[in-house]
């Protein structure tokens, strides 16, 4: 009578079935790596817009007031001549850095788990950290018109 069973060439076929699967999972793995290091590494293009956009939106009015999250800056309304409050802000519901004008809403960077502005005499410094852990600095030079 015959013992069914496996052979020894059965066996090194099954083997090396087996660790080209796991060396297939292994290249799936760090491709998907890769993808998701070019989805996020997009926050560098997105924090060099958000600087622009930052400078841009402070050169609009006058420097007000900053908060530990809000950096608060006046504007006047052409119209009436009067001047209003805005700020850019941290919507941690959202996790995103957002300019507040009138009744506007206006989101600049996202991704974003924490903002925190510091105030010396000539400028504010100010540190993002994005959702991935990563931290960004910068500092904007307070105009004294």
């Known amino acids: 009578m015959k013992n069914k069973g496996f052979t020894l ?3 090194a076929v099954a083997l090396m079935v087996l660790s080209l699967f796991l060396l297939g999972t292994l290249g799936v ?3 998907s790596k890769q993808v998701q290091q070019a989805v996020y590494g997009r926050n560098a293009q997105e924090w060099h817009v958000f600087l622009i956009q930052f400078e841009d939106k402070l050169a609009e009015g006058t420097f007000s007031r900053v908060a530990s999250n809000k950096i608060y800056y006046n504007k006047v309304n052409s119209a009436t001549n009067r ?3 805005c700020r850019i802000e941290l919507n941690s519901n959202r996790n995103e850095i957002a300019i507040r004008e009138k009744n506007g809403y206006e989101p600049v960077l996202t991704e974003v788990r924490k903002l925190q ?6 400028y504010i410094l100010f540190t993002v950290t994005f959702l991935n852990g990563e931290q960004k600095n910068g500092k904007w030079t307070i105009d004294k018109t």
């Open 9 to 11: 060439i059965e066996c």
């Open 29 to 31: 793995f760090q491709q």
């Open 83 to 85: 001047e209003y409050e």
């Open 117 to 122: 502005f510091r105030k010396s005499s000539q």
